[in-house]
């Protein structure tokens, strides 16, 4: 399967399950700031491994992923009704920190920042 169609793939089932968290899951475990970063497929579609952010703590991140595993099936049967593909992958969802990762960090550069700003003073 060439790279483009397999990239075709995958932003469309980021859309298509961005928007069924958001509008069909009634499920209080999910919270409200939960995101989709990115999806990643299998060349052969069976698989597809979705990056989720969530803002909050550790313990509403960890609820949070844990609703969405369990909600998986349900997200995968309603792909199935919304999207014409050959095979539906199956769902994976992983925690992506790396948006948080990045505002530590440029909140690390801003302290050097401000610190040589002082010493130039």
Do not use: W
Request: net charge positive.
């Amino acid at each position: 399967m060439s790279m483009q169609r397999l990239n075709r793939i995958s932003e469309e089932l980021k859309k298509e399950i961005s928007s069924i968290i958001m509008n069909e899951l009634k499920d209080p475990r999910i919270s409200a700031m939960c995101s989709i970063v990115s999806v990643e497929t299998t060349p052969d579609l069976k698989y597809a491994k979705v990056y989720v952010s969530i803002y909050g703590s550790k313990e509403e991140k960890e609820i949070t992923l844990k609703g969405l595993k369990n909600a998986s099936g349900f997200i995968r049967k309603k792909l199935g009704d919304n999207m014409k593909i050959r095979y539906l992958p199956e769902i994976h969802f992983v925690l992506d920190e790396s948006i948080e990762h990045g505002a530590r960090i440029a909140e690390i550069l801003n302290e050097i920042k401000n610190k040589e700003e002082g010493r130039q003073n």
